[in-house]
């Protein structure tokens, strides 16, 4: 299972400071420069230059020298992002792996370590990341980020496959263009096109009168890297409870479910099943 996430929120965070960083050190303030970014060039520090909202993973090299140091970062690089507010950041950074998020203890366990972790996270961010020197704490996650659990066996497993390669479903329930984000790694997929999630992935192989939606549908493990973010589990929620709606009112089971009356159904309630839909 992937790790699970403890977030801190920070105000008072100078963003234009760590723009200029960017640029004026590149070899300390290292980006994830391996994947694609928005402009399809990577995440160079001139793209950071253009948005006012930042999204960052990166300063691997500078994690390496201040753990070298004695700070406790809380991992291995460094993901953050503004969530809105100019002054307001969000460090992502906090994570312990070997987690059941399906085990109370565990999930337990990880509350009070991940939040003892919190004061070495601060020093470090107060003493490292640039335009980060003067952000005050105000906030933690009530609750962990939990990245994966369990998953159906579904009439069809979505795979990392059949997301690059743009794959296309008879059966279209929702369409999908989010990165895969691997946390144990930091690993960033983007994916050239978007993706068709089919019907098939919400109704389970052996049991009968389910359906199934957001973070469980059936995929394997790097294709629900995608699959599970927050767009995907509400179209995915719209189709199965629009599913559920017309199983009830033909009194048929899901896997016997018409496709053409789903169809019709999510599109006259807005949902985009082909990029002509947008």
Same mark, same amino acid.
């Given at each position: 299972?992937?790790?699970?996430?403890?977030?801190?929120?920070?105000?008072? @965070?100078?963003?234009?400071?760590?723009?200029?960083?960017?640029?004026?050190?590149?070899?300390?303030?290292?980006?994830?420069?391996?994947?694609? &970014?928005?402009?399809?060039?990577?995440?160079?520090?001139?793209?950071?230059?253009?948005?006012?909202?930042i999204?960052?993973?990166?300063?691997?090299?500078?994690? #390496?020298?201040?753990? /070298?140091?004695?700070?406790?970062?809380?991992?291995?690089?460094?993901?953050?992002?503004?969530?809105? !507010?100019?002054?307001?950041? @969000?460090?992502?950074?906090? #994570? %312990?792996? &070997?987690?059941? *998020?399906?085990?109370?203890?565990?999930?337990?366990?990880?509350?009070?370590? =991940?939040?003892?972790?919190?004061?070495?996270? @601060?020093?470090? %961010?107060?003493?490292?990341?640039?335009?980060?020197?003067?952000?005050? =704490?105000?906030?933690?996650?009530?609750?962990?980020?939990?990245?994966?659990? !369990?998953?159906i066996?579904?009439?069809?497993?979505?795979?990392?496959e059949?997301?690059?390669?743009?794959?296309?479903?008879?059966?279209?329930?929702?369409?999908?263009?989010? #990165?895969?984000?691997?946390?144990?790694?930091y690993?960033?997929?983007?994916?050239?096109?978007?993706?068709?999630?089919?019907?098939?992935?919400?109704?389970?192989?052996?049991?009968?009168?389910?359906?199934? *939606? &957001? !973070?469980?549908?059936?995929?394997?493990?790097?294709?629900m890297?995608? =699959? /599970?973010?927050?767009?995907?589990?509400?179209a995915?929620?719209?189709?199965?409870?629009?599913?559920?709606a017309?199983?009830?009112? !033909?009194?048929v089971?899901?896997?016997?479910?018409?496709? @053409?009356?789903?169809?019709? =159904?999510?599109?006259?309630?807005?949902?985009?099943?082909?990029?002509?839909?947008?």
């Open positions: 299972m992937m790790p699970a996430l403890l977030w801190l929120l920070f105000y008072n @965070v100078d963003w234009d400071k760590f723009r200029d960083a960017l640029m004026e050190n590149p070899e300390l303030y290292d980006v994830d420069t391996d994947t694609p &970014g928005i402009s399809g060039e990577g995440m160079k520090p001139e793209y950071f230059q253009k948005v006012r909202l999204n960052f993973w990166g300063f691997s090299n500078l994690v #390496k020298e201040a753990m /070298r140091k004695g700070y406790k970062p809380g991992n291995t690089r460094v993901a953050m992002f503004c969530p809105g !507010r100019t002054d307001q950041g @969000v460090y992502a950074n906090l #994570k %312990i792996d &070997g987690i059941d *998020g399906t085990d109370a203890q565990d999930v337990s366990r990880a509350q009070m370590e =991940l939040r003892l972790m919190i004061p070495d996270a @601060v020093k470090f %961010i107060h003493d490292w990341l640039p335009g980060w020197k003067n952000a005050v =704490l105000i906030g933690a996650s009530p609750i962990l980020g939990i990245q994966d659990t !369990r998953v066996v579904g009439e069809y497993v979505l795979t990392l059949d997301i690059l390669a743009s794959r296309r479903f008879p059966d279209v329930i929702a369409i999908g263009a989010a #990165k895969t984000d691997n946390w144990d790694t690993e960033l997929i983007y994916p050239k096109g978007n993706y068709d999630v089919p019907y098939r992935c919400l109704v389970p192989q052996k049991v009968e009168n389910l359906l199934i *939606g &957001g !973070r469980s549908v059936s995929a394997a493990r790097e294709a890297m995608s =699959l /599970r973010c927050m767009s995907m589990c509400a995915t929620g719209h189709a199965a409870g629009a599913a559920a017309l199983c009830a009112k !033909r009194n089971t899901p896997r016997k479910l018409d496709y @053409v009356l789903l169809r019709d =159904l999510l599109l006259r309630q807005g949902a985009y099943l082909s990029s002509k839909d947008g």
